[in-house]
């Protein structure tokens, strides 16, 4: 089912809508308001217009088949999503792909529509959800466009389809790989494969005449491995550098993020995550090279950040999955980044009997009922206990990060869990550090245990302040937290319980920073908030829609209106 105002049988018009709200909130086009709830602007000459409301942020939230465009005669007439495209900043080649992009977006979403029947989601595993969340980015116009997969390959791999796969194991020349594990090698294989499994490899090793000391193990999605034995991986196959074994061991299943994959087989053994040479919202989904064996080492770090903090026992119950382990084959030019793995925890680690754990995305769903998600847990607990409690569970942990450790983490939907009893928020769960984590050297709260990063990887030797994970910028911090946290994250669930319970938007953030004002006095943190400027009348976002039109910096931002300002500055004028 979908997220509010969005029409299920009608993906075009959800891609269109999110498409036009990216325009409207990066400034792509200035919009006027002609009345309550019409905004008009014009593209490349032509005029538009449709029906929305302002949210917090300033984000619009355009109301179903609303849009419209003028033609020739001065009628207005429904929009045309190319001739939309085709008016945008950037180029031919930009504004071709994003098409393309957005177009594959639609047909994806079709093919799920008439062939993933309605399931109920309330009553599924961990792993089931995670994939059973088909909504994807509730901003990004480019939500599901998988580009790279075919039709056949969203069936057989997309993780709306819950289609079990193994993945294929291979052997890759040894000088190209770099690993970092958390034991010996072959301990490490035979504890994750289990012995039975890796007998099996190394018979198929055997039988191909290949020796541990020239070739090192490696596993690949099997959509990966077809991809590179037609294109760009078949020079290493003929000069002897790259071997198919083929699939053994555990089945897995695909999470909403496509390359993470879930053990179907052994639920609390890890997930894994694996390169796919497909781009999906703004990104090519391989692995960064330079992170994957940073992981297991920002891992560590953030781990005795939270164990030594008892607030994040107490007061800020906070859990987070390790990346223990990375492996990377590395490699130039087009391979890089394409052939390799980085080991998580399972998302069922550490649950208590009683407790479930669910991505945190799904607290703004709607259902088949055509109810949220969450309507058992509020019939149960409450609206307003039940909010103000997930508000505290979910904003605390982050925020003590942020402003008492120094660490900025992307706490967007898909990178938050949250652990509850019947609903009930018992604790956060965090995960996928080696690309979203951000901090300050100065601001860090203990700079004497971060990482060594000159010593991990020589890409780091040379690199800019932001290139990395280090910033000497403190905005950034904030950035980093507001952009994934309360931007396209809270917003959305604020966005849920007003339009299904009738919430005020701004009750919903005055609440919010009710609990970050108690924070600052509790913590003593006034000065260090305001460093970061979380309170400031306009705070930078990124501008996911603007990087593929102009497709010329990592990252692109615009200023938008900043919820906290009002109240902060309210509060301080209060007798």
């Not at 080492?297 to 164990?307: E, F, H, K, Q, Y």
């Not at 990377?328 to 479930?356: F, K």
């Amino acid at each position: 089912m979908p997220l509010p105002l969005e029409i299920a049988a009608e993906p075009q018009d959800r891609v269109l809508r999110q498409l036009v709200a990216a325009v409207l909130f990066e400034g792509l086009a200035l919009f006027r308001t002609e009345a309550p709830d019409i905004l008009t602007w014009t593209i490349d000459g032509r005029d538009y217009r449709c029906r929305a409301l302002l949210s917090a942020f300033g984000r619009p939230r355009i109301f179903s088949r609303s849009i419209e465009a003028k033609d020739e005669h001065g009628i207005w007439v429904a929009a045309s999503l190319p001739t939309i495209v085709m008016g945008l900043p950037g180029n031919g080649i930009t504004r071709g792909k994003l098409l393309r992009e957005l177009e594959h977006t639609i047909a994806l979403c079709q093919w799920n529509e008439e062939n993933i029947p309605a399931r109920n989601r309330r009553d599924m595993g961990f792993a089931g959800l995670d994939g059973a969340l088909h909504e994807g980015h509730p901003y990004h116009p480019c939500f599901k466009a998988r580009y790279g997969f075919t039709l056949s390959d969203n069936r057989l791999y997309g993780p709306e389809s819950a289609e079990p796969f193994r993945l294929v194991w291979t052997l890759n020349a040894r000088e190209t790989i770099r690993q970092a594990l958390d034991t010996d090698e072959q301990t490490f294989w035979r504890r994750e494969l289990d012995e039975e499994v890796w007998n099996e490899i190394d018979a198929a090793r055997q039988a191909r005449g290949l020796s541990w000391q020239n070739f090192a193990l490696v596993p690949m999605h099997p959509w990966q491995w077809r991809r590179l034995k037609e294109g760009v991986g078949k020079d290493l196959i003929a000069t002897g550098k790259l071997h198919g074994l083929g699939q053994f061991g555990d089945r897995y299943l695909a999470s909403q993020s496509l390359r993470t994959l879930h053990n179907l087989d052994r639920p609390q053994a890890a997930s894994i995550k694996l390169p796919l040479d497909v781009v999906n919202t703004s990104s090519r989904r391989i692995l960064d090279p330079h992170s994957v064996c940073t992981a297991p080492v920002l891992s560590t770090w953030i781990a005795g950040m939270v164990n030594g903090d008892p607030a994040f026992s107490d007061r800020y119950p906070l859990a987070i999955l390790e990346e223990y382990a990375g492996l990377l084959a590395e490699h130039d030019s087009e391979l890089a980044g394409q052939i390799g793995a980085i080991w998580r925890q399972s998302a069922l680690t550490g649950l208590q009997p009683g407790e479930d754990v669910i991505p945190f995305n799904a607290l703004m769903m709607l259902e088949a009922d055509e109810k949220p998600f969450v309507q058992p847990w509020i019939e149960t607990h409450g609206l307003m206990p039940w909010l103000n409690r997930l508000l505290e569970i979910a904003i605390l942990p982050v925020w003590h990060l942020l402003v008492h450790h120094g660490l900025a983490v992307e706490a967007h939907g898909q990178n938050m869990l949250l652990v509850h009893r019947n609903g009930w928020p018992v604790r956060l769960v965090l995960r996928d550090f080696h690309e979203s984590v951000e901090f300050c050297p100065a601001f860090l709260r203990d700079p004497q245990a971060a990482p060594n990063f000159l010593s991990l990887d020589a890409r780091y030797r040379e690199a800019a302040p932001d290139q990395y994970y280090w910033t000497d910028n403190l905005d950034s911090l904030r950035e980093l937290v507001a952009d994934t946290l309360f931007v396209y994250n809270l917003a959305e669930i604020a966005h849920l319980l007003d339009h299904t319970y009738q919430l005020p938007e701004p009750s919903f953030w005055k609440r919010v920073e009710t609990i970050l004002s108690t924070y600052a006095a509790e913590h003593n943190a006034t000065a260090r908030m305001a460093a970061i400027g979380y309170d400031q009348p306009n705070v930078l976002t990124e501008s996911l829609l603007t990087r593929k039109l102009l497709a010329r910096e990592p990252e692109y931002h615009h200023t938008v209106p900043n919820v906290f300002a009002k109240a902060v500055a309210e509060r301080r004028i209060m007798p």
